[in-house]
T-cell receptor, first 112, second 108 residues
Framework: NAGVTQTPKFQVLKTGQSMTLQCAQD?????MYWYRQDPGMGLRLIYY???????DKGEVPNGYNVSRLNKREFSLRLESAAPSQTSVYFC???????????FGPGTRLLVL | RKEVEQDPGPFNVPEGATVAFNCTYS??????FFWYRQDCRKEPKLLMS???SGNEDGRFTAQLNRASQYISLLIRDSKLSDSATYLC?????????FGKGTRLHILP
């Protein structure tokens, strides 16, 4: 039982490059989330998917897109990376919107 | 008032002492409350959910005060391994909002 997995673990991009962060969960959870965490800013919600087939913006969605590919997978795409997107990105899942969230190990992204 | 607010600390506490954190929230309709622990460069992990009647798990006790809109975490007989950042989390509609965390350093 792997829980929540994220790939890649680390990534360095140049400004303007694109990339997709992958997230998968094997707990049969309905809800999935993408957060970014920056020093002094805490966890900020980028996008979430309350259930398969739905996605909604969180607190800081600009510059990102998401796809809920199926119940297990929720990807985050940066179309044109900017230095301000340098951060640690966490994916999380929960049984429903009110339940405990379980986090993946994170992706550390550096945009030069 | 911020949605979920915590004292950032750091709290520097000698080993064996008792330490308590509070977390205030602004949405009186919130129904789900949690404490998470986050170690340096790691993901947050659930420490405990917070129930209306309060709950205890070993050395950890969580309380909810709906009237004053805060949750608390009490750690008794603190260990060096308790050093971490403690995040509170509260639901708003269909999302969970996290506080920025309180840093705890247990001193030998």
């Amino acid at each position: 039982n792997a829980g929540v997995t994220q790939t890649p673990k680390f990534q360095v991009l140049k400004t303007g490059q694109s990339m997709t962060l992958q997230c998968a969960q094997d707990m049969n959870h309905n809800s999935m989330y993408w957060y970014r965490q920056d020093p002094g800013m805490g966890l900020r919600l980028i996008y979430y998917s309350a259930s398969e087939g739905t996605t909604d913006k969180g607190e800081v969605p600009n510059g990102y897109n998401v796809s809920r590919l199926n119940k297990r997978e929720f990807s985050l795409r940066l179309e044109s990376a900017a230095p301000s997107q340098t951060s640690v990105y966490f994916c999380a899942s929960s049984l429903d919107s009110f339940a405990t969230q379980y986090f993946g190990p994170g992706t550390r992204l550096l945009v030069l | 008032r911020k949605e979920v607010e915590q004292d950032p600390g750091p709290f520097n506490v000698p080993e064996g002492a008792t330490v308590a954190f509070n977390c205030t929230y602004s949405n009186s309709a919130s129904q789900s409350f949690f404490w998470y622990r986050q170690d340096c460069r790691k993901e947050p992990k659930l420490l405990m959910s917070v129930y209306s009647s309060g709950n205890e798990d070993g050395r950890f006790t969580a309380q909810l005060n709906r009237a004053s809109q805060y949750i608390s975490l009490l750690i008794r007989d603190s260990k060096l391994s308790d050093s971490a950042t403690y995040l509170c989390a509260v639901n708003r509609d269909d999302k969970i909002i996290f506080g920025k965390g309180t840093r705890l350093h247990i001193l030998p």
